[in-house]
């Protein structure tokens, strides 16, 4: 009794098996029909189909940077002053806009009126030097004077000339012209001028402090100046190149396009292995305020790879297709990998597909909306 239950059983297990195994060939058979659709020689007239071969071309790839607006070295101005002493005024603040030549800071101090008192005295004893080496010269000119004599009143007049000159220096930078200088204009202040036209970005005093001659009193940005700082990472940096497009645009507005070209490249690569890529802004904007993050596409010539034409292929439940004409007016959704796009072509890419297939370049949608319609 045992031996015929275990014999029935298995009888039972190889006709299921052989049914899921007929089921399952059913279902691929199906699959496979439903990627295909047949059209009579009247709808393919009315759809408007063109076959056409795809293509090798060489497309142009795009590359995302991404950076900070920065201001360059040489447009970053810090204000300092020879010689110390007390601010006596200042009305500036970070944020504020300068002109070239306005005044930032009235500094005093006991010290300048002593270098200025120096100077009119080194003044006085150079004319006086130069009207003895006058006399002098004549007087050596008749034999009524020595050599010696006439020598050393040239060194003091040259000594007294040297002695004016440094001095006319050390007050030309503090900004205290010395040709108008005279004995009733003595000041015992100097006065801090813009040198750029630009922005405050940092103020480091207040009134009545003390600063040294190596305080740093105010930073100036010349904000016309600005570029773009980009991080290329090492696989990529091969891809770039000086004089290279680059279209820049910022996150709070992308729509508007800053189209630049790369100035350097810095080829020592930072501790995130990427380099250092600076472009020039062309024209300056207001709103590329520095620090202000920035995203850059940068295209390159890519290999060669197989294009089609934009309308060949088609998007549907999420996955990319292109109908191929397998003859008789047959045609198979083959999915396919798409890639950049370029003068109205995309790069495809699938095993199923090379440059000697048949496949749909134009209405390829027209035949997607068919075929979706007889799915149905």
Sequence with gaps: MRTYITAILGMLFIVSCKSDKKEQQNN????????????????????????????????????KLQGTVTVPPKSVVSISIPLGGYIKKTDLMAGMQVKKGQLLAVVEDMQYIQLQQDYLTAKEKFQLSQSEYNRQKELNAKKA?????????????????????????????????????????ISKTVAIVSPINGLVSKVNVNVGKYISPTDMLFELMETSDIVLVMSAFEKDVH?????????????????????????????????????EVVCKIKQYDSSLLPGLFINAEAEFENEKVLTVPEDAVVRWQGEFFVFSHTGNNNYKMIAVVPGTTNDGYRQIKSALINSSSKIVTKN?????????????
């Design 28 to 63: 691929a058979e199906a699959n496979k029909q439903e990627s295909s659709i047949q059209l009579t020689n009247e709808q393919v007239k009315n759809a408007g189909l063109v076959i056409g071969n795809p293509q090798e071309k060489n497309v142009k790839g795009i590359l």
């Design 145 to 185: 004077s020595s050599d010696k004599l006439f020598e050393q009143t040239a060194t003091e007049m040259q000594t007294q000339r040297i002695n004016m000159a440094s001095l006319a220096q050390k007050l030309t930078l503090l900004g205290i012209h010395v040709k108008t200088l005279t004995a009733s204009n």
């Design 239 to 275: 891809l770039l190149s000086v004089g290279q497009a680059v279209t820049a645009f910022t996150n709070s507005n992308p729509s508007k396009k800053y189209p630049e070209k790369i100035a350097y490249i810095n080829q020592s690569l930072n501790g995130d292995r990427a380099a």
């Design 364 to 376: 390829a949608y027209t035949l997607l909306m068919t075929f979706m319609n007889s799915a149905e």
